[in-house]
C-alpha cells in the first residue's frame, strides 16, 4: 500500500511539474511579446529592444518553475518586469501563487487567521498601487489604469483566494472523514471489548463454576475410594480438571483484555506430550509415542499447534474409538514438523456419556491454526476402520 501511496504522488508531482513548465513558457512568450498587447509598450527606461525583452522575459519565466517551493523569487522578478516593461504576466501569476497558498483566514482561525487577514490586506493594496501608479506613470487614463488595476493585480488574487478556499475545504472534509473513519474504528472496537467481557463472565458463572464443582468431587472420590484403580482415577480426573480451570482463566484473561496484549503464562509445547499420552494411559487408552529426527528448538507457535493437534487427537479416539490402540508420531523434518496421530478400529462402542456426534468444529480449529502457519492439515479415516490426523507444519 505505502509503495502505491508513493508511486501516486511521483506522478502527482511530475504532473505539476510539467503544468508548471507549460505556465512557464505561456508567461515567456506573453513577456517577450509585450509589444504586440494592449498594454502600454515601453517602460520608463524608454524602448527596450527584442534582446532585453527576451532576457526579461527569461527571468521572468523561470522562478515559475520553482513557485510551489517559493513564489517570492517570482514576485521580485514579476515586479521587475512590469516597472520596466510593463509585463503583468509574471507580477499576475506571483499575486495568484501567494494567494492560494494562503490558509483559510476566517474568525475561527483566532490569532493566526487575524495576521494572515492583515498580510493579505496589505499585500492586495501594494499590489494595486504598484498597478495603478505605474499606469499613472505611462499617462494612461485614470479610468483605464483602474481597469487594468482590477485585471492585473485583483483578478489574479480573487482566484487565487478562491483556489485556496476550495483546497482548505477539501482538506478540512478529509480530515473530518479521517476522524470519523477513526471513531468508527474506536467503537467498534470497544463493543469487541465488550462482547469479549460478556463472554467471559458467562464463561466464569457457566463452565468455571460446573467444572470447579468436577474438581471438588473428584477430589472427594478420590480420598474416599477404597478401590486403588478407581481412586487413581479419581486423581487424574481431578489434576486434569485443575489444569482446565488453569487454562479458562488464562481465557478468560485474554477475553478480558481490552485492546492490549494479554499477559498469559506459557503454553504448553511438544515438551508436555509425555504427560498428555501419560494420563490417556491411565485412562484407559493404549497410546505410543514416536519420535523422530534430532530434537532442535521450535518457534513457540508450532509448539503449540503440534500440542493442541495431539490433544484434540486423542480427546477424539476417547469419544469415538475408546481403547483403540493409538499411535502419535512426531518427526522432525529439515524444515518442518510433521505430526501424525493413529488410531486403529476401536475395540468397544463409544461411551455414551462423551456422546458419539461430533461438531466438527476441533477439527475446523486445528486447520485454521495450521494454515495460519503455512502448514497443511488433513483428516480422514482409515481402510482398517481407524482413523488418521497427520499435520505438516513448517518450523520457520
Same mark, same amino acid.
Given at each position: 500500500?505505502?509503495?502505491?501511496?508513493?508511486? *501516486?504522488?511521483?506522478?502527482?508531482?511530475?504532473?505539476?511539474?510539467?503544468?508548471?513548465?507549460?505556465?512557464?513558457?505561456?508567461? @515567456?512568450? +506573453?513577456?517577450?511579446?509585450?509589444?504586440?498587447?494592449?498594454?502600454?509598450?515601453?517602460?520608463? @527606461?524608454?524602448?527596450?529592444?527584442?534582446?532585453?525583452?527576451?532576457?526579461?522575459?527569461?527571468?521572468?519565466?523561470?522562478?515559475?518553475?520553482? $513557485?510551489?517551493?517559493?513564489p517570492y523569487p517570482l514576485l521580485v522578478?514579476?515586479?521587475?518586469?512590469?516597472?520596466?516593461?510593463?509585463?503583468?504576466? %509574471?507580477?499576475?501569476?506571483?499575486?495568484?501563487?501567494?494567494? *492560494?497558498?494562503?490558509?483559510?483566514?476566517?474568525?475561527?482561525?483566532?490569532? !493566526?487567521?487575524?495576521?494572515?487577514?492583515?498580510?493579505?490586506?496589505? @499585500?492586495?493594496?501594494?499590489?494595486?498601487?504598484?498597478?495603478?501608479?505605474?499606469?499613472?506613470?505611462?499617462?494612461?487614463?485614470?479610468?483605464?489604469?483602474?481597469?487594468?488595476?482590477? +485585471?492585473? *493585480?485583483?483578478?489574479?488574487?480573487?482566484?487565487?483566494?478562491?483556489?485556496?478556499?476550495?483546497? !482548505?475545504?477539501?482538506?478540512?472534509?478529509?480530515?473530518r472523514a479521517e476522524r470519523l473513519e $477513526?471513531?468508527?474504528?474506536?467503537?467498534?472496537?470497544?463493543?469487541?471489548?465488550?462482547?469479549?467481557?460478556?463472554?467471559?463472565?458467562?464463561?466464569?458463572?457457566?463452565?468455571?463454576?460446573?467444572?470447579? /464443582?468436577?474438581?471438588?468431587?473428584?477430589?472427594?472420590?478420590?480420598?474416599?475410594?477404597?478401590?486403588?484403580a478407581a481412586a487413581r482415577m479419581a486423581?487424574?480426573?481431578?489434576?486434569?480438571?485443575?489444569?482446565?480451570?488453569?487454562?479458562? $482463566?488464562?481465557?478468560?484473561?485474554?477475553?478480558?483484555?481490552?485492546?492490549?496484549? !494479554?499477559?498469559?503464562?506459557?503454553?504448553?509445547?511438544?515438551?508436555?506430550?509425555?504427560? +498428555?499420552?501419560?494420563?490417556?494411559?491411565?485412562?484407559?487408552?493404549?497410546?505410543?509415542?514416536?519420535?523422530?529426527?534430532?530434537?532442535?528448538?521450535?518457534?513457540?507457535?508450532?509448539?503449540?499447534?503440534? @500440542?493442541?493437534?495431539?490433544?484434540?487427537?486423542?480427546?477424539?479416539?476417547?469419544?469415538?474409538?475408546?481403547?483403540?490402540?493409538?499411535?502419535?508420531?512426531? $518427526?522432525?523434518?529439515?524444515?518442518?514438523?510433521?505430526?501424525?496421530?493413529?488410531?486403529?478400529?476401536?475395540?468397544?462402542?463409544?461411551?455414551?456419556?462423551?456422546?458419539?456426534?461430533?461438531?466438527? /468444529?476441533?477439527?475446523?480449529?486445528?486447520?485454521?491454526?495450521?494454515? +495460519?502457519?503455512?502448514?497443511?492439515?488433513?483428516?480422514?479415516?482409515?481402510?482398517? %476402520?481407524?482413523?488418521?490426523?497427520?499435520?505438516?507444519?513448517?518450523?520457520?
Amino acid at each position: 500500500m505505502s509503495r502505491v501511496l508513493v508511486a *501516486a504522488g511521483a506522478v502527482r508531482g511530475g504532473m505539476l511539474l510539467l503544468a508548471d513548465a507549460v505556465l512557464a513558457l505561456i508567461v @515567456f512568450i +506573453l513577456t517577450a511579446d509585450q509589444g504586440g498587447g494592449g498594454m502600454p509598450e515601453f517602460g520608463a @527606461f524608454g524602448g527596450p529592444g527584442p534582446p532585453v525583452q527576451t532576457v526579461v522575459a527569461a527571468v521572468v519565466a523561470l522562478p515559475v518553475l520553482i $513557485r510551489r517551493l517559493t513564489p517570492y523569487p517570482l514576485l521580485v522578478a514579476g515586479t521587475g518586469a512590469w516597472l520596466v516593461m510593463t509585463a503583468p504576466w %509574471g507580477l499576475a501569476v506571483a499575486a495568484y501563487t501567494l494567494s *492560494a497558498g494562503l490558509p483559510a483566514a476566517g474568525p475561527e482561525a483566532g490569532p !493566526a487567521g487575524a495576521r494572515r487577514t492583515r498580510w493579505l490586506a496589505a @499585500f492586495a493594496g501594494a499590489l494595486a498601487l504598484l498597478v495603478f501608479g505605474r499606469l499613472l506613470a505611462e499617462r494612461v487614463s485614470a479610468g483605464y489604469a483602474l481597469l487594468l488595476t482590477v +485585471l492585473v *493585480a485583483g483578478t489574479p488574487v480573487l482566484l487565487g483566494l478562491w483556489v485556496g478556499a476550495r483546497r !482548505a475545504l477539501v482538506a478540512t472534509l478529509r480530515e473530518r472523514a479521517e476522524r470519523l473513519e $477513526r471513531e468508527q474504528a474506536a467503537l467498534a472496537e470497544r463493543a469487541r471489548a465488550q462482547e469479549r467481557a460478556r463472554i467471559a463472565r458467562e464463561m466464569h458463572d457457566v463452565v468455571a463454576h460446573r467444572v470447579s /464443582l468436577m474438581v471438588v468431587h473428584a477430589g472427594a472420590l478420590e480420598s474416599t475410594l477404597a478401590d486403588e484403580a478407581a481412586a487413581r482415577m479419581a486423581g487424574t480426573i481431578r489434576e486434569i480438571g485443575r489444569e482446565a480451570l488453569t487454562e479458562l $482463566r488464562q481465557v478468560l484473561r485474554v477475553l478480558r483484555e481490552e485492546g492490549q496484549t !494479554a499477559a498469559v503464562e506459557p503454553q504448553p509445547g511438544i515438551d508436555a506430550l509425555d504427560r +498428555l499420552v501419560r494420563r490417556s494411559h491411565e485412562a484407559g487408552l493404549p497410546v505410543t509415542l514416536e519420535i523422530e529426527g534430532e530434537r532442535r528448538g521450535l518457534p513457540a507457535a508450532v509448539e503449540r499447534a503440534a @500440542f493442541r493437534l495431539v490433544q484434540e487427537a486423542l480427546t477424539n479416539v476417547h469419544k469415538h474409538a475408546p481403547g483403540a490402540p493409538t499411535t502419535v508420531r512426531l $518427526r522432525h523434518a529439515p524444515d518442518a514438523l510433521e505430526v501424525t496421530v493413529r488410531n486403529a478400529a476401536p475395540e468397544r462402542a463409544p461411551d455414551t456419556v462423551l456422546g458419539t456426534a461430533g461438531s466438527g /468444529l476441533g477439527h475446523h480449529g486445528l486447520r485454521e491454526r495450521i494454515r +495460519l502457519l503455512g502448514g497443511t492439515f488433513d483428516a480422514r479415516p482409515r481402510p482398517d %476402520g481407524g482413523y488418521e490426523v497427520h499435520a505438516t507444519i513448517p518450523c520457520e
